[in-house]
């Protein structure tokens, strides 16, 4: 039975692809934060399932559950990792504090090298390595190529997510060892309504008031219309498991709004459409 890693598996793209592993007859090893949710989906998943409780901002647990893994492991290797764990933490950047915006580099784009880092070695990154090389997967973002308002902090976090895909992907070559990102455009997921919760309660006595109540409106529609979650889970299934996988999986919601207006249009243009759209306009 071959095991992967997935971090944040308590909801949304992890708790899918997890039921998909699992009953494609993986071992998944996967990380949360709650013990109660451990227990939950140990109850759930039964033995195809190990809870690790770890958070991806911190780097001694991971290190002790990259330990508990290597044992659990008794001398096998990983067939992936899923670096899927992330937040978003909106509003805008004029506004929000420093410790916020350090946050949301530290959860999305730090957690997921050090998770990387720590368990290299179970995907036969090292030199004479008895394991075959395995790969590692990055849930990314369409945020990751383009920025909208209210969420360039996520935007610069999925930008560098990118960099560090291509950098570990170029790197790792030394040892065979594939990395590759998964771009989705807007899904609906918990994390939807947490975005919208989050604006509503930045709006108050932000200058950008009537901007955000707009974007939250925008963000409601686009996200019910935006990508299946099961197109997410056949993408990074087919990242972790095909011979000949894509370095990147672009996954659109629309073509106007993800490769039109952002690839065509002059810079320029596109932000006045963004300005008109949300009245951010002097």
């Given amino acids: 039975m071959d095991s992967i890693l997935i971090t944040g598996v308590n909801s949304g793209v992890g708790l899918a692809l997890t039921e998909a592993l699992v009953q494609k007859g993986f071992h998944v090893f996967g990380s949360l934060r709650s013990q109660e949710q451990g227990m939950a989906l140990k109850e759930k998943f039964g033995d195809g399932f190990f809870p690790l409780h770890f958070d991806v901002t911190d780097e001694s647990a ?7 893994v290597t044992k659990a492991l008794k001398g096998k290797g990983l067939k992936g990792i899923v670096n899927n764990a992330g937040v ?26 050090t ?3 720590n368990f290299l070695p179970l995907i ?3 030199r004479n390595s008895e394991l075959p090389p395995g790969r590692v997967v990055n849930i990314s973002s369409l945020s990751g190529t383009r920025t909208f308002p209210f969420l360039a902090a996520y935007s610069v976090s999925k930008y560098g997510l990118e960099a560090l895909t291509d950098g570990f992907r170029r790197e790792l070559q030394l ?15 918990p994390l939807t309504d947490k975005i919208n919760e989050g604006l509503h309660k930045i709006s108050i006595g932000s200058e950008y008031r009537d901007s955000l109540l707009k974007f939250i409106q925008i963000n409601e529609k686009k996200a019910r219309s935006g990508v299946p979650m099961r197109k997410v889970v056949a993408a990074t299934l087919d990242a972790l498991l095909s011979d000949h996988p894509k370095t990147r999986y ?9 490769t039109i207006l952002p690839k065509y249009l002059p810079t320029r243009v596109f932000d006045r459409l963004i300005s008109k759209a949300l009245g951010i306009q002097k």
């Fill in 88 to 113: 978003v933490i909106p509003g805008p950047l004029s506004e929000m504090p420093v410790s916020s915006f350090r946050d949301q580099l530290e959860i999305n784009l730090v957690g997921p090298f």
């Fill in 124 to 126: 036969g990154g090292r």
């Fill in 175 to 189: 040892y065979g060892i594939d990395v590759i990102s998964i771009l989705p455009g807007p899904i609906l997921t």
């Fill in 250 to 258: 672009f996954l659109k919601s629309s073509f106007l709004t993800d």
């Fill in 115 to 117: 998770v990387i880092q």
């Fill in 62 to 68: 991971i290190r002790k559950s990259a330990e508990i």
